[in-house]
């Protein structure tokens, strides 16, 4: 058995971290010392030239949206130029994390308890994977999912007030990363990263 790898974690949110440490457990090289972050994207980027820094010493694994940003290198160049230390790990979720979620279909299909052909096949190819994911929560038959995802009629809230909870939950109980990557390119990559990684110390 290989050494364990300890390692600090930053994330946009908390059910990024809830992928995050699914993803890590599942491949079974890391060991997470804590969680930074979950203050949103802009957070982590106004942080990343000292998780940077920091990374000298022990690895950083940084998980991110790709949003609106028109590649996942463009991202980690306007991010980090040209500096980045090898131990710092910068992924990205294409374009939200909620694409990863909806890549394990058939998982998905039955969180909602509705027909895995309502499930896109290509989830890093939408535009809004949260909003997709939201309008098939709609169409769940178990009234406590679609309470929990899905925003209340007149709200103005973009997600229902449970959203966040309800979908951890799906990625600790049902998720498996491996199966998802079959149909998500970026996580895909993202696995094959931390398969591969060896930390560098001088």
Known sequence: MC?????????????????LRTLLNKIGRFSVI???????????KSRINGFNNA?????????????????????IEDWLGTQKHEN??????????????????SAFADFLG?????IPIEPDNLDKPKIELINISRKSRINEIR??????EGSANQTGPNYTSALAHFVYKNWDAFEAAKNSPSLKRTIDSLKTFRPAFN
Not at 88 to 105: D, G, K, Q
Not at 114 to 118: A, G, Q
Not at 147 to 152: K, T
Request: glycine share 6%; hydrophobic share 45%; charged share 25%.
């Open 3 to 19: 050494d364990q790898i300890f390692i600090y974690i930053a994330v946009e949110g908390q059910l990024d971290e809830a992928v």
């Open 34 to 44: 804590s969680c930074y972050g979950k203050q949103g994207k802009g957070y982590l």
């Open 55 to 75: 990374a000298r010493g022990t690895p950083y694994l940084i998980l991110t949206d790709l949003d609106s940003k028109e590649c996942a290198p463009k991202l």
């Open 88 to 105: 710092l790990i910068l992924r990205v979720a294409v374009r939200e994390i909620e694409a990863w979620l909806l890549a394990h279909r």
């Open 114 to 118: 509705i027909s895995v052909d309502r």
């Open 147 to 152: 309470r929990a995802i899905v925003p209340r």
